[in-house]
């Protein structure tokens, strides 16, 4: 627009006369000079403009079937969110990306958009703010700095690979595809790192579980670190936000679903107990809350006195007794309808008055009574060095802590498990398909149980 107008202001000021040759091959030189300076500014602006493209973090275009959240909800029977806004999205694209330096990016306005229906391509994206809608094919820019953020791997690529704690986690495995990995977690060995823990089952998984995977495996669920059993990890990013949506569904839907329908996430654990319920079979459905003590020092979760109570969360238990004993044991079928902390085992103690086998954080009277007393079996330290024990990689002592020790080790373990095939379910979502639960395949595991409750079992059988 700015080279027409030139143009038009010369040809009007020069005027065609007899004498005026010269001057026209002097202002048709003029004219030349100035196309091509205009030319030559174009091609400039142009390069500029793909030269601060390139300092941008292109993210995919939007796809809603590629929402872990809406399909896991769907999975779980509940209706997806009806709209995604650029925060998820960018979170769900850029997992290594903070949460708060993208909230930050947003507040310094150096978030842009470009809508897949706008007319004109050359328009420049939009800057958005972080609750602003994505529609279909729309995608987002970030400043490319910040993808700097990922997580290095020169760290973990300096870390000394163990045979024999390779050989130890990874004979943990119980079953693997390409959406999850699922290992039989022994007892004794923490799930997450923390004060105190030198090793902890995340990191583990992220040294020796990654196989042929960039990513490394995510936790998407809680085991106790003295409980066992089937403990699930997404290899993927989007795989683990759907398992996250799945797990937390189950807790939520709990209320509403307490009998007879179909349960996309079913866990079944065993658990040794002192004493006998008085019905072989039931329905737990008691709130707990947790309660501080010392000064904040320690805390413990407790039942509820008032359905009222603020902090009280919602918690419902199946249970059926396997097998009795004449010695004053009972073998329970636990099957926890929601995930509190703990809701086993205060379930157990509080309102069936039968406190599981070396839990003396809830059932330290029973045990008093027993003449067992807490000790580092039921509470083990992990040791610098691996343990030259067969079999036993962290100096968890796997073979002690039955009914015939001197000192108990938990005896709660998840014994089996059923969820949805998520590989099977990302493959329709790539095909754009709607998700038909009923037509979903689902993935039944099973983990044998640890030696102490194994050997718990042959005493009393």
């Known amino acids: 627009m700015a080279e027409r107008h030139l143009l038009r202001q010369m040809f009007r000021h020069l005027r065609p006369?007899?004498?005026?040759?010269?001057?026209?091959?002097?202002?048709?030189?003029?004219?030349?000079?100035?196309?091509?300076?205009?030319?030559?500014?174009?091609?400039?602006?142009?390069?500029?403009?793909?030269k601060n493209y390139d300092q941008w973090l292109t993210l995919p275009p939007f796809n809603p079937n590629a929402d872990g959240c809406s399909i896991g909800k769907r999975l779980s029977g509940q209706p997806a969110d009806a709209n995604t806004t650029a925060l998820k999205w960018i979170l769900k694209c850029c997992p290594h990306i903070p949460r708060c330096l993208v909230q930050k990016l947003f507040r310094?306005?150096?978030?842009?958009?470009?809508?897949?229906?706008?007319?004109?391509?050359?328009?420049?994206p939009k800057r958005i703010g972080a609750k602003d809608l994505m529609d279909i094919g729309d995608r987002i820019f970030l400043p490319k700095s910040v993808d700097?953020?990922?997580?290095?791997?020169?760290?973990?690529?300096?870390?000394?690979?163990?045979?024999?704690?390779?050989?130890?986690?990874?004979?943990?495995?119980?079953?693997?595809?390409?959406?999850?990995?699922?290992?039989n977690k022994p007892p004794g060995l923490p799930v997450q790192?923390?004060?105190?823990?030198?090793?902890?089952?995340?990191?583990?998984?992220?040294?020796?579980?990654?196989?042929?995977?960039?990513?490394?495996?995510?936790?998407?669920?809680?085991?106790?670190r003295d409980s066992s059993g089937i403990l699930v990890m997404g290899r993927t990013q989007l795989s683990t936000t759907i398992l996250h949506s799945v797990f937390r569904e189950k807790t939520f839907g709990a209320s509403d679903n307490l009998r007879g329908n179909k349960k996309i996430l079913q866990?079944?654990?065993?658990?040794?107990?002192?004493?006998?319920?008085?019905?072989?079979?039931?329905?737990?459905?008691v709130p707990l809350v947790k309660v501080v003590?010392?000064?904040?020092?320690?805390?413990?979760?407790?039942?509820?006195?008032?359905?009222?109570?603020?902090?009280?969360?919602?918690?419902?238990?199946?249970?059926?007794v396997i097998a009795s004993s004449s010695r004053g044991y009972t073998w329970l079928e636990l099957s926890p309808l929601t995930g509190r902390k703990h809701q086993l085992r205060v379930h157990c103690a509080e309102v069936l008055g039968t406190p599981i086998v070396g839990d003396?954080?809830?059932?330290?009277?029973?045990?008093?009574?027993?003449?067992?007393?807490?000790?580092?079996?039921?509470?083990?330290k992990w040791g610098d060095e691996i343990s030259k024990v067969k079999n036993d990689a962290f100096a968890l002592e796997l073979e002690s802590g039955s009914i015939s020790d001197k000192q108990f080790r938990l005896h709660l373990h998840c014994k089996e498990m059923s969820l949805p095939d998520i590989t099977q379910a990302l493959k329709y979502a790539s095909m754009n398909s709607e998700l038909d639960t009923a037509e979903m395949k689902s993935i039944t595991?099973?983990?044998?149980?640890?030696?102490?409750?194994?050997?718990s079992w042959s005493l009393l059988s």
């Not at 870390?159 to 390409?178: G, T, W």
């Not at 407790?302 to 009222?308: K, S």
């Open 293 to 320: 003590l010392d000064n904040g020092k320690s805390e413990r979760i407790t039942v509820a006195e008032n359905n009222n109570t603020l902090s009280a969360q919602h918690a419902v238990t199946e249970y059926r």
């Open 193 to 224: 790192g923390g004060i105190g823990i030198k090793r902890s089952l995340d990191d583990l998984a992220a040294k020796y579980l990654k196989f042929d995977f960039t990513e490394s495996p995510r936790l998407v669920h809680r085991l106790d």
């Open 17 to 50: 006369s007899a004498a005026a040759s010269g001057v026209r091959g002097i202002s048709t030189k003029a004219i030349n000079e100035h196309t091509r300076y205009y030319a030559t500014a174009t091609t400039a602006e142009n390069c500029e403009k793909e």
């Open 445 to 455: 595991l099973e983990a044998c149980l640890p030696a102490h409750m194994q050997r």
């Open 108 to 124: 310094l306005r150096q978030i842009r958009k470009e809508c897949a229906n706008m007319e004109d391509k050359e328009q420049r």
């Open 267 to 285: 866990k079944k654990y065993w658990a040794l107990v002192i004493g006998s319920p008085r019905r072989r079979e039931g329905l737990i459905s």
């Open 360 to 380: 003396y954080k809830y059932g330290w009277q029973a045990h008093k009574k027993l003449g067992h007393h807490l000790d580092s079996v039921s509470d083990p």
């Open 148 to 183: 700097g953020t990922s997580p290095s791997t020169t760290a973990e690529s300096r870390n000394f690979f163990d045979e024999k704690e390779m050989e130890f986690v990874r004979s943990l495995e119980l079953y693997k595809d390409p959406a999850i990995i699922v290992i």
